[in-house]
């Protein structure tokens, strides 16, 4: 099982991972890239329809592999799940570290058309699956005065999606609570809270990028940098990182100058307001994270 990346990381030998949505893509990354370092992984899935673990066969390639880990299937929506979740952490491995927040639905369409209990239900796994799991954890990583979270963001959610205002509401939740709990970390408690905005070929991407490009975007490529912000070596909070196909950049939210109001009529004034550049969608943005992929799409 490869590590992928730079190896030997402080920080992640001996500690214990919880990721959720970790049966398949980028999920599933993260959690062999993080067993590969030497920790201990609980691997969250809602079970398959028919009822079987969707997460143990992860489970299994990290265990052949030389690895800790451990199956938990549930809803990640679900409080009882969360405490599941923490509990099999600490009953299997004697504690809680690290917290990837990495369960997540998406649907193209319409907003003219999709109904309210339609974005209700996407919602519920999108926003309310990273609250519940997060009011299980936070606690514990408390009460140590240690822990890593970071939670899957979008670009969809700071740029704009097609046929996406409910997904892209949930990702861009994602800044929001991060920046947040960054604040609310007790003085002096080592916790760090950060975002990923992943680009990869993943299940859920599968119907918007060609298969030929499973390598280039594979989710491999962003587990190191998930990876990154799990370990000591991060020392910042409410960062948001967009990565793909090996590249990685820091996202910043700007603000202009300030301006009063009496400088002329409102309409002068709000059409003379100083905008920073920014993306006009998320593709625009993913463009420079998968320049190769959006240039043959291109041609």
């Known amino acids: 099982m490869s590590g992928g990346g730079q190896q030997g990381l402080p920080g992640l030998s001996g500690r214990t991972a919880i990721v959720t949505g970790a049966s398949k893509g980028l999920g599933r990354a993260h959690a062999r890239w993080l067993a590969a370092q030497g920790c201990a992984v609980v691997v969250s899935n809602r079970p398959s329809p028919g009822g079987a673990s969707s997460a143990q066969a992860v489970v299994d390639e990290i265990v052949a592999a030389g690895g800790r880990a451990v199956a938990h299937d549930g809803p990640v929506e679900t409080p009882e799940a969360a405490a599941e979740m923490v509990a099999l952490a600490h009953d299997r491995f004697g504690g809680l570290d690290i917290f990837v927040s990495n369960a997540?639905?998406?649907?193209?369409?319409?907003?003219?058309?999709?109904t309210l209990d339609e974005m209700d239900a996407l919602l519920a796994i999108n926003l309310r699956g990273v609250l519940v799991g997060l009011k299980a954890v936070w606690p514990v990583m408390v009460a140590a005065g240690y822990g890593r979270i970071v939670l899957t963001g979008s670009s969809a959610g700071l740029w704009g999606q097609v046929g996406s205002a409910d997904y892209a509401a949930s990702k861009a939740a994602?800044?929001?609570i991060a920046r947040s709990i960054a604040i609310d970390a007790p003085q002096g408690a080592d916790i760090r809270a950060n975002v990923v905005a992943p680009a990869a070929y993943t299940p859920m991407s599968a119907g918007s990028i060609d298969a030929k490009w499973a390598d280039?975007?594979?989710?491999d490529h962003v587990a190191p940098v998930v990876g990154w912000l799990c370990s000591a070596a991060c020392t910042t909070s409410g960062g948001i990182y967009h990565a793909g196909a090996g590249h990685v950049r820091r996202v910043q939210i700007l603000e202009g100058p300030v301006h009063r109001l009496d400088e002329g009529d409102i309409d002068s004034v709000m059409r003379g307001l100083t905008a920073q550049p920014e993306w006009t969608s998320s593709?625009?943005?993913?463009?420079e994270i998968l320049p190769e992929l959006v240039k043959a799409m291109g041609s």
């Not at 593709?283 to 463009?287: E, K, L, Q, V």
């Open 104 to 114: 997540g639905v998406q649907a193209f369409r319409d907003f003219g058309t999709v």
């Open 174 to 176: 994602m800044v929001g």
């Open 216 to 219: 280039y975007a594979s989710p």
């Open 283 to 287: 593709f625009a943005s993913g463009a």
